[in-house]
Nanobody
Framework: QVQLAESGGGLVQAGGSLRLSCAASGRSFSSYGMGWFRQAPGKELREFVAAISWSGSIYYADSVKGRFTISRDNAKNTVYLQMNSLRPEDTAVYYC???????????????????????WGQGTQVTVSS
């Protein structure tokens, strides 16, 4: 089991940057696939943003490709989301999620589906002003 805690959100002007962190506690962080999702105001569903597998394979939503970068530091049990060239439409609560290697979420290519992640953080608010 793993517990997740996001940090780094805030208010930024359009074109600015933020770096989100997700610290994991528990065992075997390196054997988890990690994802970032976001939920915009008034939206019911969490939208896939980026994911990184235990082996370092990286995936992005088309809407953030070229602007956001996901990375992980297994020594620090932390996954990061560097967000550049932020836009007002990036405004959302950002969540990190974890799924163990033993599941098929990443191996089946379904890393984009929030329903398949077992562990979630509490979220961090990102607001981009125009």
């Amino acid at each position: 089991q793993v517990q997740l805690a996001e940090s780094g959100g805030g208010l930024v002007q359009a074109g600015g940057s933020l770096r989100l962190s997700c610290a994991a506690s528990g065992r075997s962080f390196s054997s988890y696939g990690m994802g970032w999702f976001r939920q915009a105001p008034g939206k019911e569903l969490r939208e896939f943003v980026a994911a990184i597998s235990w082996s370092g394979s990286i995936y992005y939503a088309d809407s953030v490709k070229g602007r956001f970068t996901i990375s992980r530091d297994n020594a620090k049990n932390t996954v990061y989301l560097q967000m550049n060239s932020l836009r007002p439409e990036d405004t959302a609560v950002y969540y990190c999620a974890a799924e163990p290697k033993s599941s098929s979420t990443f191996s089946s290519g379904r890393y984009y589906s929030p329903n398949l992640y077992d562990y979630w953080g509490q979220g961090t608010q990102v607001t981009v002003s125009s």
